[in-house]
């Protein structure tokens, strides 16, 4: 099993930058694939960003591209999400996982950070 801390959240005035942090603990070697997903208020989860854990190889959503930068620091066994340029519409909880296999199924979910974009 692995484990996902996620941390990093806050308030912020749209515009502004974050960053997120989400430490993996455990079985590490398994993955294959770290994600960023976010949960709005009456909205289900979706996908935002992710990173193959040896590769590098990352994939954004649209909604997100040239603002947000995910990245990882294998000794660390951490994964980042660089959030600038912050909207109103970013509001939500957002969640790391693990993906084991390419093009498997995420899991492993952290309990989420909250982030609050304000106008």
């Known amino acids: 099993q692995v484990q996902m801390v996620e941390s990093g959240g806050g308030l912020v005035q749209a515009g502004g930058s974050l960053r997120l942090s989400c430490a993996a603990s455990?079985?590490?070697?398994?993955?294959?694939?770290m994600g960023w997903f976010r949960q709005a208020p009456g909205k289900e989860r979706e996908f935002v960003a992710s990173?193959?854990?040896?590769?590098?190889?990352?994939v954004y959503a649209n909604s997100v591209k040239g603002r947000f930068t995910i990245s990882r620091d294998n000794a660390k066994n951490t994964v980042y999400l660089q959030m600038n340029s912050l909207k109103t519409e970013d509001t939500g909880v957002y969640y790391c996982?693990?993906?084991?296999?390419?093009?498997?199924?995420?899991?492993?979910w952290g309990q989420g950070t909250q982030v609050t974009v304000s106008s």
């Open positions: 990173i193959i854990w040896s590769g590098g190889s990352t």
């Open positions: 996982a693990a993906q084991q296999l390419a093009g498997g199924r995420y899991g492993n």
């Open positions: 455990g079985r590490t070697f398994a993955v294959y694939a």
